[in-house]
């Protein structure tokens, strides 16, 4: 088994790193505590290719395989310390942009996926609302055939990207006795009339990423606008489970923990108490070595199932197993990092305090750790 990585994955990596440490990390702290999107970060982003690295060529973007991509959002999110700026990122491509490419049609890749590729445009999904959490089938936006369109009628809750999207991806039902089987994908250009964007929502985490509900009251979207088949809705988003479980989420836990680990390891190192560094003690080394032991395995798993998506296997059960894993360890290796920095890590001029409450979201986002076991279990015993 090789598990060594190519040097251009490498070389990718580290560029994307020293761009994220350059150009993000010296205004995430501002950004963080007003809770502030910055067009311009945006820009400079889109600049680089990566609101669009696994999108073809001939969509705008560059093609890149998921080992790859996993990689280069690892640095990123590693590099700016800014995991908030990332689930922007990571939602406007792996669950819109890569969704819309898996399912749309040619002339809606034609036509949308270099807007959104490049970064011209920013992308969000509108799934779930606020009855429908992990019983996403259970949504409740109505999506009512009239002529030549669709009238949709409902609101979304909690949207990443909602107050900025130029172009969501709604999942309403067409009938919501067939619950899954209701359930369709449409493509809402902002604008369009009918609909409005709601609360914006003010986050204990993630706070550099905008969060809000959306508002649909009959707002007409043409029948072309619908991605894939009517009432096969789903299928755009299971199709894309792997890019979302073990490329966008993992990166982002993955990001996280490498940087949380670094920093521990370098305050161990430097701080002194008992006439010593914090770093000789074995209680805090015992903590550096659990960080680094979860971080491995986290990765390991999570690149398993990117490996598996190149090389034609499924992926969909093994990115559910990293999920499963690294959502509730970053979590631990938030709080050993914080208790390594004493009370200097609860203060916010530290990147712990504003990483450790953003890693509390990975057991929430993209479908909670007890839905992910819960997916786990029922594919051992179906
Ligand atoms: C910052 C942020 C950004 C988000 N971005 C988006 C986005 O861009 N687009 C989008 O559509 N959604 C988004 N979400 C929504 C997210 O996907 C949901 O929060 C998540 O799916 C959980 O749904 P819920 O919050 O309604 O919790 P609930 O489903 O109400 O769950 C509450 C608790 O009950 C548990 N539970 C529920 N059902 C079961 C079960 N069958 N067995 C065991 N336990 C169960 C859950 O695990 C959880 O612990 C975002 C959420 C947040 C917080």
């Given at each position: 088994?090789?598990?060594?990585?190519?040097?251009?994955?490498?070389?990718?990596?580290?560029?994307?790193?020293?761009?994220?440490?350059?150009?993000?990390?010296?205004?995430?702290?501002?950004?963080?505590?007003?809770?502030?999107?910055?067009?311009?970060?945006?820009?400079?982003?889109?600049?680089?290719?990566?609101?669009?690295l696994?999108?073809?060529?001939?969509?705008g973007?560059?093609?890149t395989?998921?080992?790859?991509?996993?990689?280069?959002?690892e640095?990123?999110?590693?590099?700016?310390?800014?995991?908030?700026?990332?689930l922007?990122?990571?939602?406007?491509?792996?669950?819109?942009?890569?969704p819309?490419w898996?399912?749309?049609?040619?002339?809606?890749?034609r036509?949308?996926?270099?807007?959104?590729?490049?970064?011209?445009?920013?992308?969000?999904?509108?799934?779930?609302?606020?009855?429908?959490?992990?019983?996403?089938?259970?949504?409740?936006?109505?999506?009512?055939?009239?002529?030549?369109?669709?009238?949709?009628?409902?609101?979304?809750?909690?949207?990443?990207?909602?107050?900025?999207?130029?172009?969501?991806?709604?999942?309403a039902?067409?009938?919501?006795?067939?619950?899954?089987?209701?359930?369709?994908?449409?493509?809402?250009?902002?604008?369009?009339?009918?609909?409005?964007?709601g609360?914006?929502?003010?986050?204990?985490?993630?706070?550099?990423?905008?969060?809000?509900?959306?508002?649909?009251?009959d707002?007409?979207?043409p029948?072309e606008?619908?991605?894939?088949?009517?009432?096969?809705?789903?299928?755009?988003?299971?199709?894309?489970?792997?890019?979302e479980?073990?490329?966008?989420?993992?990166?982002?836990?993955?990001?996280m923990?490498?940087?949380?680990?670094?920093?521990?390891?370098?305050?161990?190192?430097?701080?002194?108490q008992?006439g010593?560094?914090?770093?000789?003690?074995?209680?805090?080394?015992?903590?550096?070595?659990?960080?680094?032991?979860?971080?491995?395995?986290?990765?390991?798993?999570?690149?398993r199932?990117?490996w598996?998506?190149?090389?034609?296997?499924?992926?969909?059960?093994?990115a559910?197993?990293?999920?499963?894993?690294?959502?509730?360890?970053?979590?631990?290796?938030?709080?050993?990092?914080?208790?390594?920095?004493?009370?200097?890590?609860?203060?916010?001029?530290?990147?712990?305090?504003?990483?450790?409450?953003?890693?509390?979201?990975?057991?929430?986002?993209?479908?909670?750790?007890?839905?992910?076991?819960?997916?786990?279990?029922?594919?051992?015993?179906?």
């Open positions: 088994m090789d598990f060594s990585l190519t040097p251009e994955q490498e070389a990718f990596a580290r560029t994307v790193e020293k761009f994220a440490r350059e150009e993000v990390l010296p205004s995430v702290e501002h950004r963080d505590e007003t809770g502030s999107w910055d067009p311009e970060l945006w820009r400079k982003i889109g600049e680089l290719g990566l609101c669009g696994p999108i073809p060529e001939e969509y973007g560059s093609g395989d998921a080992v790859t991509s996993l990689l280069a959002y640095a990123f999110t590693k590099g700016s310390k800014d995991p908030g700026l990332y922007s990122l990571g939602a406007h491509l792996f669950i819109c942009t890569v819309l898996l399912h749309g049609s040619e002339e809606q890749k036509k949308y996926l270099p807007k959104l590729a490049s970064g011209e445009w920013v992308g969000a999904l509108g799934l779930t609302e606020p009855n429908a959490g992990s019983d996403a089938a259970g949504i409740e936006t109505t999506a009512r055939r009239d002529g030549d369109y669709y009238v949709l009628n409902g609101t979304k809750m909690f949207i990443t990207n909602g107050p900025i999207a130029d172009l969501v991806l709604v999942m039902t067409v009938d919501k006795n067939k619950r899954a089987g209701g359930v369709t994908a449409f493509i809402v250009e902002k604008g369009t009339p009918g609909f409005s964007v609360r914006e929502l003010n986050k204990m985490g993630h706070r550099t990423s905008p969060t809000s509900e959306l508002i649909f009251e707002c007409r979207v029948a606008n619908v991605v894939g088949e009517v009432g096969k809705g789903f299928q755009a988003t299971t199709d894309a489970l792997v890019w479980r073990g490329v966008f989420l993992a990166a982002g836990s993955l990001g923990m490498a940087a949380m680990l670094e920093d521990a390891i370098e305050h161990a190192k430097t701080r002194t008992f010593q560094p914090i770093g000789r003690f074995q209680m805090v080394r015992d903590k550096i070595a659990r960080m680094k032991v979860a971080y491995d395995a986290a990765r390991m798993l999570s690149l199932a990117a598996m998506k190149d090389n034609g296997r499924d992926g969909k059960f093994e559910s197993i990293a999920k499963a894993y690294y959502a509730d360890e970053v979590v631990r290796v938030a709080d050993d990092a914080l208790q390594v920095f004493g009370g200097y890590g609860y203060m916010k001029e530290y990147p712990v305090e504003r990483m450790y409450r953003d890693a509390r979201l990975m057991p929430i986002g993209g479908g909670t750790s007890e839905v992910q076991r819960l997916v786990v279990s029922s594919m051992l015993m179906k």
